[in-house]
C-alpha cells in the first residue's frame, strides 16, 4: 500500500499480515480524499478503525493539520506506528494514536471549536457545496 498523493505521494506503508484488519483500496481512499479535497486544508481527520492509517496518513499528507487514529489490534497500531515514523509527521503537534475500540471512542468524542478550525463564512455543514475561489 502506497500514499497516493500530497506531500508523502509514492511512500510505502507498512501493513500487518494477517486477516484481523484490511486496507482500504486505493480506489475507495481517492475518491474519498477527492470528495473531501476542498475542506482537507488545515482539517483535523479523525480515522476510527485506523489499521496501518492509510486514510488518515494520506488525509496528513494533502495538507491535514492533524489526525487522530484509533485502533484496537496490537499488530495494526504497530505497523501504523511505524508508518507515522517512516513519514516523520510523529512531531509535537503529530497524530495521536489512541488503542482501543472506535464503537466506544466515537461515543465519547465531543465536537470542538478552535480558532484554527472554525468554518469559513458561508459554509453550512458537509453537505454544503465545497468553498470557491479567494
Not at 23 to 43: K, S, Y
Not at 53 to 62: F, H, I, M, T, Y
Not at 122 to 134: A, F, I, K, L, N
Request: without cysteine; glycine residues 14%; aromatic residues 4%.
Amino acid at each position: 500500500m502506497r500514499v497516493i498523493a500530497g506531500e508523502f505521494k509514492g511512500r510505502r506503508l507498512v501493513t500487518p499480515r494477517g486477516r484481523r484488519t484490511r486496507p482500504t483500496a486505493d480506489q475507495v481512499r481517492l475518491a474519498l480524499m477527492d470528495t473531501l479535497g476542498p475542506w482537507l486544508p488545515r482539517a483535523r481527520v479523525l480515522d476510527l478503525y485506523a489499521g496501518a492509517g492509510g486514510v488518515g496518513l494520506e488525509a496528513l499528507s494533502r495538507g491535514a493539520a492533524h489526525a487522530t487514529f484509533v485502533e484496537r489490534d496490537a499488530q495494526a497500531l504497530r505497523a501504523l506506528a511505524a508508518n507515522v515514523e517512516a513519514l516523520g509527521v510523529g512531531g509535537l503537534s503529530g497524530p495521536s494514536v489512541g488503542r482501543g475500540s472506535a464503537s466506544r471512542s466515537s461515543s465519547s468524542i465531543r465536537p470542538t471549536r478552535t480558532r484554527s478550525t472554525r468554518p469559513s463564512r458561508g459554509w453550512r455543514g458537509p453537505g454544503s457545496p465545497p468553498p470557491t475561489g479567494s
